[in-house]
């Protein structure tokens, strides 16, 4: 049974043919105007930015295709759903900082903003290029 309280497993194969993320295929049928599949990615992209960093990567690596969507990526959007209805009682905290704490300038320690870059050589293997990612925190919480 799968931890609930970890992000959904994102894995990119080089192997084209492998990669949930490929663009649509030639035997694939894109999805019906009826299917709201950019209504969905708008908002979960509001989710991403606003509370639920967690599920930033692959909300993003759907929303790049918004103008073609199949319905392998709309299985991905539920996916999404289902993790997300799975992990209500997660969020974003920020502790509280008493006024006694040692201050820097003017700012408790505890609320230094840190900040962590990655970037990987050619992890789209569609397009032949680099992705990069960050993650800045203040008090050990998420914010960007």
Request: glycine letters at 6%; a neutral charge; hydrophobic letters at 35%.
């Amino acid at each position: 049974m799968q931890n609930r309280h970890l992000p959904p497993m994102i894995v990119r194969s080089l192997d084209i043919k492998k990669d949930l993320f490929r663009p649509k295929e030639d035997d694939e049928e894109i999805l019906s105007p009826e299917c709201s599949y950019m209504g969905a990615i708008d908002a979960l992209l509001y989710l991403a930015q606003c509370t639920r960093p967690d599920i930033s990567f692959v909300v993003n690596c759907l929303a790049r295709h918004s103008n073609a969507p199949t319905r392998r990526h709309w299985n991905g959007i539920k996916d999404i759903f289902r993790y997300l209805k799975g992990t209500t009682d997660m969020g974003l905290f920020y502790p509280y900082a008493s006024s006694s704490e040692d201050t820097i300038i003017g700012t408790p320690k505890s609320a230094t903003f840190v900040g962590y870059a990655d970037a990987g050589y050619l992890s789209d293997p569609h397009k032949g290029c680099s992705q990069s990612g960050f993650v800045f925190t203040i008090r050990n919480t998420v914010i960007s």
